[in-house]
Every structure is written in structure tokens, then in C-alpha cells.
């Protein structure tokens, strides 16, 4: 068992889901606001580790749906930037447990990192509409 920090938005569906199953698996989570943290570029780069700059972004956010923000075209610096101006331009959840940081609920890596208690099949990120 893991005690997990979550940084979610408030009422998303999908975060609800994404900490029940760490719940079902035994771990505590402790939520947190993503869109009222205090965030840095220092503070936030961690939880991307060494994934592609446009694999930080949230696909399902307004301005990148409509074409305003485009994750492709940032580097490191000023998507840091952009994301630290913007939190709801962040990829979700953030979660930390001891020193280690993730973005996004990809339910193989979680499973891998600190368990899962049942299997889960495809995606189960972003905010589905209910």
C-alpha cells in the first residue's frame, strides 16, 4: 500500500474513477487541486520524466481542442510556461508517492509501479462527459 498524493480537477469523472481503483487496491490517496497549486516549472517538470513534451499536455482541455494550443509546437521551456500559466492545459492526474512522479493513469504503468487491484482495459484518462 502507497500513500498516493492526486492532483486532479475537482469533479472530473475520470479522476474519481482513477482514485477509486488506487482505493480498491489498498492505497490511500490524498487529493489535491491541480488548478489551485502554487505551480513552478521546477515543481511541476519532475512528474514528466522523460516523456515527449507533447505527451505533458491534457488533449481533452478547450484550447488544445480547438487548435489554440498545438503540444507539438512547445519545447521544454515554454511549455513549462505555458502549462504553469494554464494548469488546466496539464495532463492528469499528477501523482506522487515518496519521490517518484507520474502524469496521466495509464493503468499498466500504475499497476507496475504500485499495484492495482483489478485489471483495467484501455484508457481511462481525461474528463468524459457524464
Known amino acids: 500500500m502507497a500513500t498516493v498524493i492526486f492532483f486532479e480537477k475537482p469533479g472530473c469523472v475520470g479522476n474519481a474513477k482513477q482514485k477509486r481503483l488506487l482505493a480498491e487496491a489498498g492505497h490511500v490517496v490524498e487529493s489535491r487541486n491541480l488548478l489551485a497549486e502554487p505551480w513552478t516549472a521546477s515543481s511541476l517538470r519532475p512528474y514528466f520524466g522523460d516523456r515527449p513534451v507533447a505527451d505533458w499536455f491534457n488533449r481533452s482541455a478547450p484550447a ?5 494550443v498545438i503540444p507539438e509546437a512547445f519545447g ?3 511549455a513549462l510556461a505555458v502549462l504553469v500559466a494554464n494548469p488546466l492545459l496539464i495532463r492528469r492526474p499528477l501523482m506522487r508517492v515518496g519521490e517518484r512522479r507520474e502524469v496521466g493513469f495509464e493503468p499498466a504503468l500504475v499497476d507496475a509501479w504500485i499495484g492495482l487491484a483489478t485489471p483495467v482495459d484501455g484508457s481511462i484518462e481525461g474528463c468524459p462527459r457524464r
Open 76 to 78: 521544454e521551456e515554454a
Open 64 to 68: 488544445v481542442k480547438s487548435g489554440e
